[in-house]
């Protein structure tokens, strides 16, 4: 991480997907789709997409799904 930037609680889209281990695309797909909450900031040109790490750990939470483990039986064991 670069010392002289300033910290924010604001990512970008590469950075929301090096947080979640998803690509930059994903990410956008996932703010354009309304699953993932996001905020564009215009400027020159093309907007910048913003998320927030809160918002992208609240976005893992609606799409947790409980999985089962198997339990191996314990033989010879006791």
Do not use: N, Q
């Amino acid at each position: 991480m670069d010392p002289t930037r300033v910290h924010s609680p604001w990512l970008t889209a590469a950075e929301a997907g090096a947080y979640l281990k998803r690509g930059r695309r994903f990410i956008l797909r996932e703010i354009k789709s309304g699953r993932l909450r996001g905020a564009i900031v215009t400027g020159r040109g093309r907007g910048e997409v913003l998320t927030r790490a809160e918002w992208c750990d609240a976005w893992v939470d609606d799409h947790a799904k409980p999985m089962p483990f198997p339990v191996a039986p314990r033989i010879g064991r006791r």
